[in-house]
């Protein structure tokens, strides 16, 4: 199972948005809404953010939003703040009724 | 409140086994289904394995399968992950996280356990 495909990195000023893309194919992504995005700051533990395309967990900020079109999911993030500086990833329920994540994508706030 | 606390992590020879442990705590263990996912230092996160919670369906990795096993005990709260035949590519933390409650998402994750194979 090949890793889903994100940028490596990304970079925005406070108050912008930005997207994250995460490609995969008709058996992962594009096949299944079960997406999810997670948050990682350095040395701890991945934190969801979003779950199941485009939901959002209590708590998490409405500045994060999900979506999907064909076989690549997006993560949105407006109003970039200091704080959204992190590792991000996505992840997908697949055909073989496995999980498989992106590669990752650091994002920067300038 | 939910407690996910990762066990038997550290130092094995290429080759060698080790056994992780996963103590759950704070819910009912026996209904959420739950998975290992692992990290190599400096690199991206990478999905091993799920077991549901009765522990009768099991999925493995494509890098892992063969090699590793994947099991629960519910009278006890705890998951496992035993691992043969270990390769320095092996080395990496090991996080346990549990499916739910938010739909396909893990949403509880433990601190994760550090697993190095070198000689």
């Known amino acids: 199972q090949s890793a889903l495909t994100q940028p490596a990195s990304v970079s925005g000023s406070p108050g912008q948005s930005i997207t994250i893309s995460c490609t995969g194919t008709?058996?992962?992504?594009?096949?299944?809404?079960?997406v999810s995005w997670y948050q990682q700051h350095p040395g701890k533990a991945p934190k969801l953010m979003i779950y199941d395309v485009s939901h959002r967990p209590p708590g998490v900020s409405n500045r994060f939003s999900g979506s999907k079109s064909g076989n690549t999911a997006s993560l949105t993030i407006s109003g970039l703040q200091a704080e959204d500086e992190a590792d991000y990833y996505c992840?997908?329920?697949?055909?073989?009724?496995?999980?498989?994540f992106g590669g990752g994508t650091q994002l920067t706030v300038l | 409140e939910v407690q996910l606390v990762e066990s038997g992590g550290g130092l094995v020879q290429p080759g060698g086994s080790l056994r992780l442990s996963c103590a759950a705590s704070?819910?009912?263990?026996?209904?959420?289904?739950i998975n290992w996912v692992r990290q190599a230092p400096g690199k991206g996160l990478e999905w091993v394995s799920y077991i549901s919670g009765s522990g009768n369906i099991i999925h493995y990795g494509d890098s892992v399968k063969g090699r590793f096993t994947i099991s629960r005990d519910n009278d006890k709260s705890s998951l496992y992950l035993q691992m043969n035949s270990l390769r320095a590519e092996d080395t990496a933390v090991y996080y346990c996280?549990?499916?739910?409650?938010?739909?396909?998402?893990?949403?509880?994750w433990g601190q994760g356990t550090l697993v190095t194979v070198s000689s």
């Open positions: 008709s058996s992962d992504v594009g096949g299944y809404n079960y």
């Open positions: 704070g819910f009912t263990f026996s209904s959420y289904d």
């Open positions: 992840m997908s329920y697949t055909s073989r009724s496995t999980r498989v």
């Open positions: 996280a549990r499916d739910g409650p938010y739909g396909s998402g893990h949403y509880y």
